[in-house]
């Protein structure tokens, strides 16, 4: 018998609604946030949210397969109902407003969490679902990042190599230049990773290309962590402190 | 970055956002890891739909039951409990096994007794003793004897296993020469009741003879003028180690070895 989480619940439409308001309310909450929907208000999208799915509950009850949980899968629809939202309103023009008459929203019962009340746990674990959804590429991530931020980078971080053994001299040389020089710009820093991926991986590539490439990444992960339900406002300093606190408890945790 | 435009659908988005909570990522689907691993697009997506999926307070059955570590808890309690009904279990069965021990032990003293007191002597029974050891005794005897048939049975056997040290000289040097390949018997293990097959190549294309002793050295069986084979029959052939030779004009050019199961 599967469990009820997996089973989209067969009753009445209103009773479907009543059942996942929470989630409209979450999304409509989050997606209203930073003007994206001016002149829209937050009602207009819960409002559009709650009409989408009247009108397409029948194509949402056939589509869903039992795969994933019924509340994210919930979640997901709903998000995509406020895209279409945000793209079908989209403003077509710049429009200058007085400041007079723009208010923030009192009301709100999401709060923008400054980051000194922030429980580091949760930011950690949120950084660490953010680069497992890099994949093979967390690995690279993780050490270059390291440089970028002077945290110690170690032998193990360079083990996901597979011609670790054969590179291990040079391996061990660059560990000790970045580690032991810290007064190392970034320039520096970057034509020292640039020299020790073009000899891992066998490419040519600049120092350019690896800056580029950090840059793009950590963006997007400043990005990622910032547009959540709860706000956030990461920039690269406090995103250098929140990687400096992922590595020490990986390693106290590895540790014990 | 690159970015796959077939992106995740929305339940796929969904699987991998239920994966991702519980932190098994790894047992998705190599392409869904492969496109997202490369995909903004849906890493955003698929952090978000977590993200309003966690921050909503519609509890899931799973949520709602007792935690994992709680699970641990009441595992461990369970198990304690179940140790302890055991235990105590045990406990009375073995009182109750030590009480019907008694129990017979004194039913049986009180049928000796009655035997005696209803006028059997205590010579009758003492009669009897010596009867039934006789009989044990008898028993014992036929079963060593027995032991002692298969255990002669057993050396006969060894005796028809073991290596003939002449012979084994002999073939050491035979098989330094080389001049012969031999293809079949192929393994020195061979079944009884199956013939066996003799198979050989010699570059020069000589004519041998094909002789087989037992390991006491006599000769069982020859057959002369092979070419490069001959097939031959165990039926009447005694389990045990063989040697087998390939001679040319009274000149040994292979020895071969072999173990009749």
């Known amino acids: 018998m599967r469990n009820e989480d997996y089973i989209f619940p067969d009753e009445a439409i209103h009773k479907t609604i009543e059942r996942f308001e929470d989630l409209v309310r979450i999304v409509a909450t989050k997606y209203s946030r930073n003007s994206q929907l001016f002149p829209y208000t937050q009602n207009d999208l819960s409002q559009y949210i709650v009409l989408r799915l009247i009108e397409n509950i029948k194509s949402v009850k056939a589509n869903y397969r039992g795969e994933a949980r019924l509340k994210t899968y919930m979640s997901a629809v709903i998000r995509n109902y406020s895209l279409e939202f945000i793209r079908k309103n989209k403003p077509k023009s710049v429009e200058f407003i007085s400041i007079d008459n723009y208010s923030i929203d009192q009301n709100s019962d999401i709060a923008i969490q400054p980051l000194k009340d922030v429980q580091w746990l949760v930011e950690i674990t949120r950084l660490e679902r953010i680069l497992k959804l890099y994949g093979s590429k967390r690995s690279k991530i993780e050490v270059v990042f390291k440089g970028v931020f002077r945290i110690k980078v170690l032998p193990p971080d360079l083990f996901y190599q597979p011609n670790y053994h054969e590179y291990e001299s040079p391996i061990l040389k660059f560990i000790a230049k970045i580690n032991t020089h810290t007064n190392l710009n970034s320039g520096e820093i970057f034509t020292l990773y640039t020299h020790l991926f073009n000899l891992l991986e066998s490419k040519n590539n600049s120092d350019e290309a690896i800056r580029k490439w950090t840059l793009r990444t950590m963006e997007e992960i400043i990005k990622l962590l910032n547009d959540c339900v709860e706000k956030r406002h990461y920039t690269k300093e406090s995103l250098g402190a929140l990687f400096n606190l992922y590595f020490e408890n990986r390693n106290s945790k590895n540790e014990s | ?261």
Request: with cysteine.
């Open chain 2, 1 to 261: 970055m690159e970015e796959n435009a077939k992106h995740l659908k929305v339940e796929e988005l969904a699987i991998v956002a239920d994966a991702l909570q519980i932190g098994d990522i790894n047992s998705l689907k190599k392409e869904w890891q492969d496109h997202f691993s490369n995909c903004s697009e849906c890493r955003t997506a698929i952090l978000e739909i977590l993200e309003i999926a966690e921050a909503s307070k519609l509890k899931s059955t799973e949520e709602s039951k007792v935690t994992s570590k709680n699970y641990f808890k009441w595992y461990a309690a369970a198990s304690v409990l179940i140790l302890l009904g055991f235990l105590s279990w045990s406990t009375f069965r073995a009182e109750s096994y030590r009480h019907k021990l008694k129990e017979s032990q004194e039913e049986l003293n009180a049928f000796i007794q009655q035997e005696i007191d209803e006028g059997l002597s205590g010579k009758t029974l003492e009669k009897a003793i010596p009867e039934t050891n006789e009989k044990l005794k008898a028993q014992l005897d036929s079963a060593l004897n027995e032991n002692k048939e298969l255990k002669e049975k057993e050396s006969l056997f060894n005796i028809a296993y073991q290596d003939n040290p002449v012979m084994e000289e002999q073939r050491n040097l035979a098989l330094r020469s080389g001049s012969v390949d031999i293809i079949e018997p192929n393994k020195t293990d061979l079944a009884h009741a199956e013939p066996i097959s003799f198979r050989w190549k010699n570059k020069q294309a000589i004519v041998c003879d094909l002789l087989l002793y037992n390991n006491r050295n006599t000769l069982v069986y020859q057959k002369g003028n092979l070419k490069d084979h001959h097939s031959l029959s165990t039926e009447k052939l005694l389990p045990g180690t063989y040697y087998w030779k390939l001679v040319k004009s009274e000149k040994v050019v292979f020895i071969g070895k072999f173990k009749l199961l």
